[in-house]
C-alpha cells in the first residue's frame, strides 16, 4: 500500500523559509515522478514543482520559480521543497505526489500525501 507521508508545515513570518519533507513508503521510490502541490484557502489545488525519477530535470512553476527548489534523496525514499522569501500568499496546505507514466505520457499511477499545512504571517 502506497504511503506518502510529508512534514515540516508550520507557521512561519514573510521573509522567511521552510523546508517540508515527503517519506514514500510502499512503493519503488525510484520508478516515480515526484511533484508538490498546494492548495490555498477558497483556490483550486495547483501544481508547484516536480522532479524527475533520477533527480534531473526540476520543473517549476512561473508563479513559484526562483524562491523554490526541488530535491529527491531514493536512498531515503525521500522528497523535499525548500521555500525561501516566503509570502502570506504562500499560506497553503503543500501536498506531495507520486505518478508513473506510460510509453504514451500518460499517467498511470497517482498517489497524494494528507498534506502539510503552511502558514505564511505578515
Known amino acids: 500500500q502506497v504511503q506518502l507521508v510529508e512534514s515540516g508545515g508550520g507557521l512561519v513570518q514573510a521573509g522567511g523559509s521552510l523546508r517540508l519533507s515527503c517519506v514514500a513508503s510502499?512503493?519503488?521510490?525510484?520508478?516515480?515522478?515526484m511533484g508538490w502541490y498546494r492548495q490555498a484557502p477558497g483556490k483550486e489545488r495547483e501544481w508547484v514543482c516536480a522532479?524527475?525519477?533520477?533527480?534531473?530535470?526540476?520543473r517549476y512553476s512561473d508563479s513559484v520559480k526562483g524562491r523554490i527548489t526541488i530535491s529527491r534523496d531514493n536512498t531515503k525514499n525521500a522528497v523535499y521543497l525548500q521555500v525561501d522569501s516566503l509570502e502570506p500568499e504562500g499560506t497553503a496546505i503543500y501536498y506531495c505526489?507520486?505518478?508513473?507514466?506510460?510509453?504514451?505520457?500518460?499517467?498511470?499511477?497517482?498517489?497524494w500525501g494528507q498534506g502539510t499545512q503552511v502558514t505564511v504571517s505578515s
Open positions: 522532479i524527475s525519477e533520477s533527480g534531473d530535470n526540476p
Open positions: 510502499g512503493v519503488a521510490f525510484s520508478d516515480y515522478d
Open positions: 505526489n507520486a505518478k508513473s507514466y506510460d510509453n504514451f505520457g500518460r499517467a498511470n499511477f497517482d498517489s
